[in-house]
């Protein structure tokens, strides 16, 4: 059930980032704007820090400024979306229930005012999702600012159109 429900929420994420990216590199306002550039590589890279937790593997990111040109940002969310699904076909189900260990909860702490509670594998899996519908839906406010009509990328929308699998912008030239 577990497994379903996680390669359900996944395929969604990447499918709806993949859309997404694509309204953002087909718009002249989008591509020079630097709050959906900020929002973009915040959302990836989240997505790859709880990918490094799972994982167990230290921390290193690229930072912002040295993506030149969208397209390789965009190439850089979907690679995550490329391990993310890996990992979600070898990691053990059975270790959903494991405690994980935020390294960020001390600031968190900061934040709250109290100590955070304990968090599973499938809390945190979980929240990557929530996470990035959240950005996205900054994002998709932001375009529409711009003067864009914002692509519609919600879970249901995918499930009427039949979970499609993602569409990545660049794969369409290919």
């Not at 694509?22 to 997505?47: C, F, G, M, P, W």
């Not at 990918?51 to 940002?73: Q, Y």
């Not at 109290?114 to 979980?126: D, G, H, I, R, V």
Request: net charge negative; charged share 20%; proline share 5%.
């Amino acid at each position: 059930m577990e497994s379903q429900f996680l390669q359900e929420i996944f395929g969604h994420m990447e499918w709806a980032d993949a859309t997404v990216w694509d309204k953002i590199l087909n718009s002249s306002h989008a591509q020079h704007d630097a709050r959906i550039r900020e929002l973009v590589y915040h959302s990836h890279v989240t997505q790859y820090a709880f990918l490094h937790i799972w994982r167990d593997e230290p921390m290193d990111f690229p930072e912002l400024a040295t993506f030149d040109e969208l397209e390789a940002l965009c190439e850089w969310g979907r690679s995550y979306h490329l391990q993310a699904k890996k990992f979600l076909y070898t990691f053990s189900y059975s270790a959903l229930q494991k405690e994980i260990e935020i390294p960020w909860a001390a600031r968190v702490e900061k934040l709250l005012g109290t100590k955070p509670k304990s968090t599973t594998l499938l809390q945190t899996m979980t929240q990557v999702c929530a996470h990035s519908t959240y950005h996205r839906g900054q994002i998709n406010a932001q375009l529409r600012n711009l003067g864009d009509n914002p692509p519609l990328v919600d879970f249901i929308a995918w499930i009427w159109l039949g979970k499609p699998e993602a569409n990545w912008p660049h794969e369409k030239a290919e």
